[in-house]
């Protein structure tokens, strides 16, 4: 008996390997895996299929995956209303009528950008799990005047990753945590972690993140995504809620940087209540798609930032392959090893504590006399008294940015303008100037790290400051992957220089396809 046991134990190995495999290949399994835009567009106009249909299909594959399987948790809340919009966006094209090219593309936003519908806006914070805007922020009403198909809020690192020490990015209070879709062990990088996963797995097509330092690029590295942080001032802030007033920006996501090209475009707005896109000198398009030339790099003068080289070998291998691709297509590479001052980051955490405690006494006080928190005060209060928003990580961001003066201190006054002379005029402007650059490229980061709820984050390589404390633009595409695993590569520079960004990023993108598809493995032995 011990003998046949042991025969069979091989055999049941095997079969376990086959569920496995036929699991991963279900979950795949989807007609519209990774499609984009013009698929979509295209099926309309030839009646393949529904805008009622696409988006029923893909509300059932964030219930089979985001809400059972792998679990993924990206998905914070389902709008109500989206087959409603749907039936009438389908009714529009059979009367002849197109809003653009986001006519029926499914969209999924933050749930830090406020929406005047049935759902909530909660920054994932169980403080405004009942909270509701007065009105759509414009970035909302531009997509549905756009036509396009609001699914969903994404899970988010709560309050944008700007509570406390030693968080996991993709945790909430709300809706725990979310997890990479290629290793469901690995993190998927914050804050906008739930827009980069649902983009990554095929939850949506679109989604629309919030960066402040990093929140855009580093969940699309970990996810295998592009991401565009454009200039801060491109697109509106009203209506989300707010971190720092002088690096905050909203920004698109997406498996294709022709599909967050699009998306950007129709994201640009001059908003009166937003006086950075007021700011003299501001370049916006309403129509980025002429920059996606496939000769894009040729002729470019791109200057390797190699401060965050050396962490890991194998990131390094993947950011000299794609040196050489860009020298292959025409463009000019040299090496810089600094951008900007040492004492840069430290200005910037001051202007983000100052200016967080003022923009978020703002947001709160928007919400109307029916709002659940009225300031920042009771925000603290309320997660002192909670059993579960202080259980595994504090809130002493909040508590410092609650402790300083106004921004008539001279302290942030200070502080804002050593922060934009060392970032702007002695940062990317003068690398740029002395050495006639077109852009910079950097590894975005590293694969992505295990999640870890009491150590918290575990960066190995990263590149977001330079463009974010400058306010400057950033493109993270995929160039590669490591066991499975995505890495970026990231293309930034000067202030409105989305268009020569798009052409260089663009052209390496064609150049080498390197998006994978998740397989949502349970570990990394698998």
Not at 120 to 138: C, H, N
Not at 190 to 219: K, Q, R, Y
Request: glycine share 8%.
């Amino acid at each position: 008996m011990l003998r046949q046991t042991i025969f069979l134990l091989p055999l049941l190995f095997i079969a376990c390997i086959n569920v496995d495999k036929r699991v991963e290949k279900d979950l795949n399994d989807f007609r519209f895996i990774e499609t984009t835009i013009s698929d979509l567009s295209t099926g309309y106009m030839q009646g393949d299929f529904s805008i009622k249909a696409v988006t029923q299909a893909y509300l059932d594959r964030i219930e089979q995956i985001d809400k059972n399987g792998p679990t993924l948790r990206s998905i914070l809340q389902i709008n109500p209303e989206a087959i409603a919009i749907a039936k009438v966006l389908d009714e529009e094209l059979a009367n002849g009528q197109s809003r653009g090219p986001l006519h029926g593309i499914p969209i999924v936003l933050k749930d830090n950008i406020n929406t005047h519908d049935q759902m909530y806006t909660t920054a994932g914070s169980r403080a405004l799990k009942a909270s509701k805007p007065l009105q759509d922020s414009p970035l909302a009403q531009q997509l549905r005047a756009a036509g396009a198909v609001i699914l969903a809020k994404a899970n988010l690192s709560e309050w944008a990753n700007f509570r406390g020490q030693n968080s996991s990015s993709g945790w909430s209070g709300l809706n725990g945590q979310t997890k990479n879709p290629y290793v469901l062990t690995r993190n998927p990088c914050g804050s906008s972690s739930g827009s980069g996963v649902a983009v990554s797995a095929n939850l949506t097509v679109l989604a629309i993140g919030t960066e402040t330092n990093g929140s855009i690029v580093c969940p699309s590295n970990a996810n295998g995504i592009v991401g565009i942080k454009p200039t801060v001032g491109l697109i509106s802030r009203s209506g989300i809620i707010p971190i720092s007033f002088t690096q905050d920006t909203a920004g698109p996501m997406a498996r294709t940087l022709t599909d967050a090209t699009i998306a950007l475009g129709a994201l640009t707005a001059i908003d009166d209540q937003d006086s950075k896109t007021l700011a003299e000198g501001r370049v916006a398009l309403n129509d980025y798609t002429p920059f996606l030339k496939k000769e894009g790099v040729a002729g470019k003068r791109i200057a390797l930032y190699t401060a965050p080289l050396g962490q890991n070998a194998e990131v390094d291998s993947l950011v000299r392959q794609s040196i050489r691709t860009l020298e292959a297509a025409g463009a000019a590479v040299i090496e810089i090893d600094n951008i900007a001052p040492r004492a840069t980051g430290g200005n910037s955490f001051q202007v983000m504590l100052h200016e967080y405690k003022e923009g978020l006494n703002a947001y709160f006080a928007a919400l109307g006399e029916n709002a659940p928190i009225k300031n920042l005060d009771e925000l603290i209060a309320f997660n002192e008294a909670d059993s579960i928003e202080l259980k595994y990580y504090n809130q002493a961001y909040l508590k410092m940015a609650n402790e300083k003066e106004d921004l008539a201190s001279e302290a942030y006054q200070t502080a804002l303008a050593n922060l934009r002379r060392m970032s702007q005029k002695e940062g990317i402007d003068r690398v740029m100037d002395e050495h006639d650059l077109d852009a910079i490229v950097a590894p975005t980061g590293s694969p992505a790290w295990s999640t870890d709820w009491l150590n918290g984050d575990n960066y190995h390589v990263g590149s977001s400051s330079p463009a974010a404390w400058a306010g400057y633009p950033n493109i993270t595409v995929p160039m590669g992957d490591i066991h499975g695993l995505p890495v970026g590569l990231s293309f930034f520079g000067r202030a409105w220089s989305e268009p020569t960004l798009i052409e260089i990023a663009y052209g390496f993108e064609q150049k080498t396809n390197a998006r994978i598809t998740p397989s949502f493995r349970a570990n990394d032995e698998e």
